[in-house]
């Protein structure tokens, strides 16, 4: 399928340069219905171009759009406080700076280059981007810039209807729209900023005009504004300033409407075209702050698990779905990793681990019963699927795998290692200031054991930069504990005086409040 973009005009200088409303990103609106094909179309058959793209780095882009986007805002403010006109949309700009701000500082924390380089590509018009970029691109220029997760789910299912979407590519793609967005605004901003730039051109060589009140006079002054009546901002605003003016005025007017239509347009169509324009930048401001702001509001962790095909497989068959987010990420986690190091697609990895899991399920057990697939991506069966997925450990897993064999030792030897190494400096340094050998010995003895601790709190700092703590696996029990899981708490005190009897019964009282549902 090919998301056409209008050619926006040649290129020209800073003074003449044509804006044209293609320069936002913003296409025909579609509907769900609409965005679910625009995604499945683009799964199928990929794209030729996209409304408004061109080629990019994206992390020295984003510098610039913040770069732009405060620099037009300064200036806007400036023009403001003289007592300028501005336009709605620049208003939007003034009025929500630091929501935009803050949009621009999230993307630029929330996605390391690291993670980004790990995405999937696709090629677009011979140009190799994100596959989540271009889901993206095309999800703000066909809703016009407005965020909102049935929009999204739309896209993302017709999408997956030919291909599956990956775990980080799922979690990437609200910080991608928003990426968007802000380029978007950028693209807005500095249209809006030089509109006002024209309208003041424009005011000037009106006031010239009436000001000289001949002719001869104004003809040679609009030879010298000739190339700015390309601009259509320019042209609409001269219009309208000079029609229904003195006959001097009727000559610009007629000059400008002959030399509009030696263009091949006429002076209704571009007075048209720029309110159309006008009013499309406002509107398009408004959702883009709107939907900033709506990206901030969403769980978007709900929408994730909504979407994503891995956790459609994990909870048709397992006991995914009773676990908590924690848990469930971690076996997430532990599928993206086995995917990208082995041959095999998360859902496929997903899948060999479902049916291994099922080789644990009791002969007597029903087939109502969940399976139990964290034995097999974070149990004890975790190196079986490795080995029939094919997978590739890291180099830094295959050494804390290695020194885990060693068990106690593993801790014990690096340990003494760099005790030994810190009392030998310790014993050089008091040898080298010439005390005898049996001070040296005593002094060694006392320095054991504050040595010991320090090797092992440094061997202990050490080990968290290689070795991730395992988190256990939770039952979420989101209507309470149940039955089966029947549970008693009890709370050890010491009963010292009747005032402390008294609060530990409340407490009981407030302990027992807060828990009312479940087998507790």
Do not use: C
């Amino acid at each position: 399928m090919s998301f056409h973009i209008t050619p926006t005009a040649a290129a020209r200088d800073s003074e003449t340069k044509q804006i044209d409303h293609n320069d936002s990103i913003r296409a025909s609106y579609m509907t769900v219905e609409e965005l679910h094909d625009a995604g499945a179309a683009l799964s199928r058959d990929g794209a030729d171009s996209l409304p408004g793209f061109m080629e990019f780095d994206f992390f020295e882009r984003h510098r610039e759009n913040e770069k732009e986007i405060l620099r037009v805002y300064r200036t806007t403010a400036v023009d403001a406080e003289n007592g300028a006109t501005i336009t709605p949309a620049a208003e939007w700009l003034l009025d929500n700076h630091y929501v935009i701000e803050e949009a621009i500082q999230e993307v630029r924390r929330d996605f390391p280059r690291k993670f980004y380089r790990q995405l999937p590509t696709m090629t677009v018009g011979g140009v190799t981007i994100r596959r989540v970029m271009a889901l993206g691109w095309l999800y703000d220029a066909h809703t016009h810039s407005t965020v909102s997760r049935e929009n999204m789910t739309a896209l993302v299912d017709g999408y997956q209807t030919s291909k599956t979407v990956q775990i980080g590519e799922l979690w990437a793609l609200p910080w991608i729209i928003r990426f968007v967005l802000i380029e978007n605004l950028r693209r807005i901003s500095i249209r809006v900023e030089r509109s006002r730039r024209m309208r003041q051109k424009a005011n000037q060589v009106v006031d010239e005009i009436i000001r000289l009140n001949d002719a001869e006079a104004s003809a040679t002054l609009l030879k010298q504004v000739d190339s700015l009546v390309d601009d259509p901002t320019f042209a609409t605003h001269v219009l309208y300033r000079l029609r229904n003016g003195s006959q001097t005025s009727g000559f610009a007017v007629a000059w400008l409407e002959e030399r509009l239509h030696a263009a091949g347009t006429d002076a209704e169509n571009v007075m048209m075209s720029e309110h159309n324009r006008l009013a499309s930048g406002n509107v398009t401001m408004g959702n883009i702050v709107k939907s900033l702001r709506e990206i901030d509001d969403t769980e978007w962790s709900v929408w994730f698990e909504e979407v994503s095909h891995i956790d459609k497989v994990l909870r048709e068959e397992t006991d995914y779905e009773t676990l908590d987010f924690g848990s469930r990420n971690t076996y997430r986690n532990t599928i993206e990793l086995l995917a990208r190091r082995s041959p095999k697609t998360e859902v496929e990895v997903a899948r060999a681990a479902v049916e291994m899991a099922r080789t644990d399920m009791p002969a007597e057990a029903d087939e109502t019963h969940p399976v139990n697939v964290g034995s097999v991506l974070v149990g004890q069966r975790r190196f079986e699927l490795e080995k029939a997925l094919g997978y590739r450990p890291l180099v830094s897993q295959r050494i804390v795998r290695a020194m885990r064999k060693f068990n106690w030792l593993a801790i014990a030897a690096p340990v003494l290692l760099i005790t030994a190494v810190a009392m030998l400096a310790v014993g050089w340094f008091l040898a080298e200031a010439g005390m005898p050998w049996y001070v040296v010995t005593a002094f060694l003895l006392m320095f054991a054991l504050p040595a010991s601790e320090g090797a092992t709190g440094l061997f202990n700092t050490l080990v968290t930069f290689f070795v991730k703590p395992f988190r256990l696996v939770g039952i979420e029990f989101k209507n309470g504990i149940p039955e089966d899981a029947r549970s008693l708490v009890a709370v050890p005190v010491m009963l010292t005086s009747r005032d402390s009897v008294d609060e530990m019964m409340r407490n009981i009282e407030v302990h027992y409040l807060a828990n009312p549902h479940g087998e507790i």
